[in-house]
Nanobody, 123 residues
Framework: QVQLVESGGGLVQAGGSLRLSCAAS????????MAWFRQAPGREREFVAA????????HYADSMKGRFTISRDNAKNMMWLQMNSLKSEDTAVYYC????????????????WGQGTQVTVSS
């Protein structure tokens, strides 16, 4: 059973930066694709970014491109989300997710989820 633990959330002013971390444990063959999602109050969960285990291919939601950067260290079973130029609309609970390799990173169904970390951006 894969377990995911997010950290790094908090309160930040608009224009600031945060770096979220996701630690994975368990069978690593189940973590080929890793991703970040977020859910704001009263809204559906939305995709943020994803990254492949092999090759490091990445995919971002259009609204995150240029501001957010996803990365991972396979040896450490860690993934990060560097968030810059934060806006109030980035306020949400951010979730780490993983699955075995899918055909495309543009498929958004994931098998394992963390508990989430709160990010609050004050304007």
């Amino acid at each position: 059973q894969v377990q995911l633990v997010e950290s790094g959330g908090g309160l930040v002013q608009a224009g600031g930066s945060l770096r979220l971390s996701c630690a994975a444990s368990g069978p690593t063959f189940s973590t080929d694709d890793m991703a970040w999602f977020r859910q704001a109050p009263g809204r559906e969960r939305e995709f943020v970014a994803a990254i492949r285990w092999h090759g490091g291919q990445t995919h971002y939601a259009d609204s995150m491109k240029g501001r957010f950067t996803i990365s991972r260290d396979n040896a450490k079973n860690m993934m990060w989300l560097q968030m810059n130029s934060l806006k109030s609309e980035d306020t949400a609970v951010y979730y780490c997710a993983t699955r075995t390799r899918a055909e495309s990173l543009e498929q958004y169904s994931y098998e394992y989820w963390g508990q989430g970390t709160q990010v609050t951006v004050s304007s």
